[in-house]
């Protein structure tokens, strides 16, 4: 590396040694980024086209205030969604609060009192449970007369063919599909394994509406769920689709009408997609949509860095340095509270925003353990920018996820690297220390 360069990474507490082990590593994924690099490509390709069939013009980028009647950049933009995600429709709405509340909003207005709904992939994000009634909560589907059934992936990932058979009946309106791990152990689904499934179970009832929870997964691949037959995708716009510009919202991708149904609930029968005034935050939803690909593709590059980097050194890393990859988070396994805070410390520590931050475990509500979390973001709460956090309890692992650039991640993750280093809990020649 040129001596101006590491010099500049000697202004963040990054030694000699550090750096050149993060070179030796980088080197040693140049196959691996130039096939994300091959992805993102293609899904650039993919979203310009869709603005182009779609007719985008600068007129587009005009917002509406008061009821929103007409909001053409508001009805284009949901053109453009529908377009990249083949589907018939989509609703893409700064109303809709986070992915969360998109998530909600698919079930509460595709369910009805006396529906099952079904998740055969296991237990859902955790938001979810008090959304389903898993947990007891105000407002829940459970609260509505809607019931919840759950088919576990098997011990070896693979998907319970018998048990989903059994646990499909004449009330199963809605089976929900989550896409990314989460915060869980098990594999992420590719979209062609999303795509085997929904081919299973609509054998079995073809009228069954299936839904994918693509938070994290979207531009991952050059396909999406909705194209293996999905009938709705459901994401949030401070994650992957909103390229790290957009400020809020969510969105629904799908067949006419659940996404119908989905508007209707969101503003008020009668009304649907008509009103909802997209005020001034159109141009942040359609360039971020345009930077989406690359920004999701540096956030990708980042987590296979920090897979080899931690993986060498002999942490569990999930997943691995090699596998392929169908979303944007990476988990590595420290094994001690120290490990965790370290490396949320360090990923602060690089932020553009908040550096002087910093972040300690708290008892954050909701949760059993105290949680850390580093977040240095221009759009608060962003997890497509780099970010990290871990419950401080065993195995002490730490979840990292994104980075608009992929130099910035580089920086996040060697300045973790050397926090661990500097607090003894990895050896300056790179080994784990029990
Ligand atoms: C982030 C996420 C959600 C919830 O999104 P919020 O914006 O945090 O409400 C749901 N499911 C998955 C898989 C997620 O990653």
Redesign the pocket.
Known sequence: MNTELSKQYGLFGISEEVLAYGEEVSASLRERFREIDETAEYNQLKVIRAMQECGVSEACLLGTTGYGYNDLGRDTLEKVYAHIFHTQAALVRPQIT???HA?ALALMSNLRPGDELLSPVGKP?D?LEEVIGIRPSKGSLKEYGISYRQVDLLENGAFDYEGIKAAIHDRTRLVTI?R?K?YQTRPTLSVARIGELIHFIKEIKPDVICMV?N??GEFVETIEPTNVGADMAVG?L??NPGGGLAPIGGYIAGRQDCVENAAYRLTSPGLGKEVGASLGVLPSFYQGLFLAPVVTANALKGAVFAANIYEKIGFPVIPNGTESRHDIIQAVTFGSPEGVIAFCQGIQAASAVDSFVTPEPWDMPGYDSQVIMAAGAFVSGSSIELSADGPIAPPYAVYFQGGLTFPHAKLGILKTLQNLIDRRIVSPDFCRLA
């Open positions: 986070c992915g969360t998530l994000y938001t989550q990314s989460g929870d938070c994290y949030s401070i994650k």
